[in-house]
C-alpha cells in the first residue's frame, strides 16, 4: 500500500485532456514540494515536473502540474500515442518515519 | 553528459546479500547532489531505498534500514548498495539516481533529474 495514493488507470482519445491524481496527507503533500514521474515500457522513469509545477529542459508544456492541500494533479494535454505511459507522483514525507514516497502510479492509455 | 551504470549480479540467493554498484560518469559525485537508490518490483510501483551525499551523510527508507546500507567511493566516482538477508521479495529492477534535495520555508524539495537504465537482481535458490 503506497503512502500517496493514484488511480490505477486513466484513458482519453488523442488529442484530449486527462488529469492524474495523487492524493496525501499533511506529512507528506500537505507540506512539501511534489514531483511526476513518466515511465514508458521498459525504461528507467524519467522526470517531468519538479517542484510542484516547474518543468525540466526539454519537457513540452503540454505537461502541467499543481498541488492543493494535500493532493497534487498531473495535466497533460493534447494526448499523443507516445505518451501511453506508467506515471508517478513522489514527494518527501516529513513524519517520524520520514523519508521519500512515491505513488503507486497510473496506467495511461491513450485510446 | 552526466551518466550513471548500476552494475552487480543479477541473481543472489536467499538469505544473502545483494550488492551493487552506480558508476557516474561525465561528472563528479562530489557535486552538490544526493545519490539515491530506487527499486521495482516486476509489475510494480516505484520504491526508494535510501540516499547518500559525498560526504557520506545518508536517509534511509525506515522500512528497510535495517538491512540497508549505502556507501560512496569517491575515488572512483561511484556509489554502492547492500541488502541483507533478502528473500524473494526484493526481486526488483534496481535504479541508481541523482536526487536533489532541499528545504525551504515551504517544504522539502525531492526528486530525481537522472537515472540509470537499471539492473534486474531476482533473489531465487
Known amino acids: 500500500q503506497s503512502v500517496l495514493t493514484q488511480p490505477p488507470s486513466v484513458s482519453a482519445a488523442p488529442g484530449q485532456k486527462v488529469t492524474i491524481s495523487c492524493s496525501g496527507s499533511?506529512?507528506?503533500?500537505?507540506?512539501?514540494?511534489v514531483s511526476w514521474y513518466q515511465q514508458l515500457p521498459g525504461t528507467a522513469p524519467k522526470l517531468l515536473i519538479y517542484e510542484n509545477n516547474k518543468r525540466p529542459s526539454g519537457i513540452p508544456d503540454r505537461f502541467s502540474g499543481s498541488k492543493s492541500g494535500t493532493s497534487a494533479t498531473l495535466g497533460i494535454t493534447g494526448l499523443q500515442t507516445g505518451d501511453e505511459a506508467d506515471y508517478y507522483c513522489g514527494t518527501w514525507d516529513s513524519s517520524l518515519s520520514a523519508g521519500g514516497v512515491f505513488g503507486g502510479g497510473t496506467k495511461l492509455t491513450v485510446l | 553528459q552526466v551518466q550513471l551504470q548500476e552494475s552487480g549480479p543479477g541473481l543472489v540467493k536467499p538469505s544473502g546479500t545483494l550488492s551493487l554498484t552506480c558508476a557516474v560518469s561525465g561528472g563528479s559525485i562530489s557535486s552538490s547532489n544526493w545519490w539515491s537508490w530506487v527499486r521495482q518490483p516486476p509489475g510494480k510501483g516505484l520504491e526508494w531505498i535510501g540516499e547518500?551525499?559525498?560526504?557520506?551523510?545518508?536517509n534511509y527508507n525506515p522500512s528497510l534500514k535495517s538491512r540497508v546500507t549505502i556507501s560512496v567511493d569517491k575515488s572512483k566516482n561511484q556509489f554502492s548498495l547492500k541488502l541483507s538477508s533478502v528473500t524473494a521479495a526484493d526481486t526488483a529492477v534496481y535504479y541508481c539516481?541523482?536526487?536533489?534535495?532541499?528545504?525551504?520555508?515551504?517544504?522539502?524539495?525531492?526528486?530525481?533529474?537522472?537515472w540509470g537504465r537499471g539492473t534486474l537482481v531476482t533473489v531465487s535458490s
Open positions: 539516481a541523482r536526487d536533489h534535495i532541499y528545504y525551504d520555508s515551504s517544504g522539502y524539495f525531492w526528486y530525481f533529474d537522472l
Open positions: 499533511s506529512s507528506n503533500i500537505g507540506n512539501n514540494y
Open positions: 547518500i551525499y559525498h560526504s557520506g551523510s545518508t
